[in-house]
C-alpha cells in the first residue's frame, strides 16, 4: 500500500481462530457490556428521577455514567461482531470513528474523575465554602467544559493520526484501533508529530494525576481528623474507590501509550487495553454508586413502586 488513500480497511486483533473460542470470546464480551450497559442506566435513571440526588456530585456521576456508556459501546460492541461473523476487518472510516470517540470518552472521563476529586476535596477540607464553590453555575461549567475539552483534544488527536501515510500493511495488532498500533503502519516521518503530541498529552494527564493526588492527601489528613468512626468510613468508602478507578485509568492507559510497541501482538497489550477502555466503565456503577445508599434507595423505591403498579393492573385486569 503505497499512500494512505490506498488503505480502505484495516484488519483488527482477533483473540483467537478457533471458532469455539470465538463464540467464548463473544458471550464473555457480551456479558460485560450488558453488565455495564445496566448499571450505567441504573445510575442516570435514579440520578435523573431523584430530586434529592440533583446535587453535584451526582451530577457528575450521572455524567461519568453517561461517559461510561459511550466509551465502552466504542470498541466491544465491534470486536464482538467480529468474533461472531469470523471476521477482523473494519473499514477506514470505522477506525477514524473509533480512534475519535475512544480518545473523546476517555479524555472526558478522566477530566470528570479529577473534577470529582476537586468536588471531594472541597466537600470534607472546605465544608463551610461548598456551596460557594459549587454552585449550580460552577459544576455544569466544569462538567461542559469537561465534554468539550474531550472534543477539541480527540479531533486533534485523530486529525494528527489520520494524516500520516500508511504504507506499512493494513494489520493493527489490538482488538480496535488504537493510536500506538496505527502509528507503527506509518512510512514517513510525519508520525513523529502524533507521537510527540502523545508525550504532551501524557504529561499532562500526569499533571492533572498529581494534583488529584496531593487532593486525596489533604481529604485523607481532614478524614482522620473527623471523631466519628463512621464519618471516617463513609469518607474513606467514598475516596477510595475514586482514587482506585483513577490509579487504574491513568496506569494502564499510560503503559499503552508509553510502551515501546512490538513488531508482533502481544498478551501484554491486549491484556492492558482490555484493562484501559473495558473495565472502567463496567467497575464504576459497582464501586461508585452501587455502595451508595442513596442510589440503592432510590432504585428500591423504584423498583419496588413499578412492580406494586404492575400488580395492581394485573388484578385490576383479572377483575
Not at 42 to 48: D, K
Not at 101 to 124: G, K, Q, T
Not at 199 to 212: G, Q
Request: net charge positive.
Amino acid at each position: 500500500m503505497s499512500n494512505q488513500t490506498t488503505v480502505i480497511e484495516f484488519l483488527l486483533l482477533g483473540f483467537s481462530d478457533v471458532r469455539e473460542l470465538q463464540i467464548l470470546h463473544f458471550v464473555v464480551f457480551l456479558v460485560l457490556y450488558l453488565i455495564s450497559l445496566l448499571g450505567n442506566l441504573l445510575i442516570i435513571t435514579a440520578i435523573a428521577l431523584d430530586r434529592h440526588l440533583h446535587t453535584p456530585m451526582y451530577f457528575f456521576l450521572m455524567n461519568l455514567s453517561i461517559i461510561d456508556l459511550g466509551s465502552i459501546s466504542v470498541t466491544i460492541p465491534k470486536s464482538m461482531a467480529n468474533s461472531l461473523m469470523n471476521t477482523r476487518s473494519i473499514s477506514y472510516s470505522g477506525c477514524v470513528t473509533q480512534v475519535f470517540f475512544l480518545f473523546f470518552f476517555a479524555s472526558a472521563d478522566f477530566a470528570i474523575l479529577i473534577i470529582m476529586a476537586y468536588d471531594r476535596y472541597i466537600a470534607i477540607c472546605q465544608p463551610l465554602h461548598y456551596e460557594t464553590v459549587m454552585n449550580r453555575r460552577a459544576f455544569i461549567q466544569m462538567a461542559a467544559s469537561a465534554w468539550i475539552g474531550g472534543m477539541l483534544y480527540s479531533a486533534l488527536h485523530t486529525g494528527n493520526t489520520f494524516a500520516i501515510v500508511f504504507c506499512g500493511g493494513n494489520t493493527v495488532d489490538q482488538f480496535f484501533c488504537e493510536i500506538p498500533q496505527l502509528l507503527k503502519l506509518a512510512c514517513s516521518d510525519s508520525y513523529r508529530f502524533e507521537v510527540g503530541f502523545l508525550i504532551f498529552s501524557l504529561c499532562l494527564a500526569s499533571s492533572c494525576f498529581v494534583f488529584m493526588i496531593v487532593s486525596y492527601v489533604q481529604i485523607f489528613k481532614a478524614v482522620l481528623r473527623i471523631p466519628s468512626k463512621q464519618g471516617r468510613h463513609k469518607a474513606f468508602s467514598t475516596c477510595l474507590p475514586h482514587l482506585f478507578v483513577v490509579s487504574l485509568l491513568f496506569c494502564t492507559a499510560a503503559l499503552a501509550y508509553l510502551k515501546p510497541t512490538s513488531s508482533s501482538a502481544s498478551g501484554l497489550d491486549l491484556m492492558v487495553a482490555v484493562l484501559y477502555s473495558v473495565l472502567p466503565p463496567m467497575m464504576n456503577p459497582i464501586i461508585y454508586s452501587m455502595r451508595n445508599k442513596e442510589i440503592k434507595g432510590v432504585l428500591s423505591k423504584w423498583i419496588g413502586w413499578r412492580l406494586f403498579t404492575k400488580n395492581r393492573m394485573s388484578i385490576f385486569l383479572l377483575q
